[in-house]
């Protein structure tokens, strides 16, 4: 546990000194937020490196224990995209038009898995 003298220095150093010290920056984080952090970070990290089958597997593993996250099927089908497992993206993509709340998000998904299809044939 960080006492709230270690998390002032923490957020000083980080957002310099005129940061101010907020009841949110208390709050108990869950364990799934966590893990969810930390796998997105090797999923960055992996990207920035190039290797998307990495980065493909992290998703994978981030997806068994939050598949309620639309934002995650929509990562994974663009990596699988470019990995060139259209069936795999179709089917992510097709995952996330079922899950997001935005019309907007999932009209871009419909009109890209429409493109995605096509190549399939």
């Given at each position: ?8 220095r ?5 957002s310099g000194?005129?940061a ?24 960055m ?9 990495a ?7 981030m997806?068994i ?15 699988q995209?470019r990995?060139e ?6 089917a992510a ?23 995605w299809?096509?190549r399939?044939?």
């Amino acid at each position: 546990i960080v006492s709230p003298a270690d998390l002032r220095r923490l957020l000083t150093a980080v957002s310099g000194a005129e940061a101010n010290l907020l009841p949110e920056h208390y709050e108990p984080v869950p364990d799934r937020a966590i893990l969810l952090r930390l796998q997105n970070n090797i999923v960055m990290r992996r990207l920035r490196q190039g290797d998307l089958e990495a980065a493909a597997r992290a998703l994978d593993s981030m997806l068994i224990f939050a598949p309620d996250r639309p934002a995650l099927w929509r990562e994974s089908a663009l990596v699988q995209a470019r990995l060139e497992n259209l069936g795999a993206a179709i089917a992510a993509l097709e995952h996330f038009a079922r899950l997001t709340p935005s019309a907007g998000e999932k009209h871009e998904a419909l009109a890209l898995l429409q493109s995605w299809k096509g190549r399939l044939n």
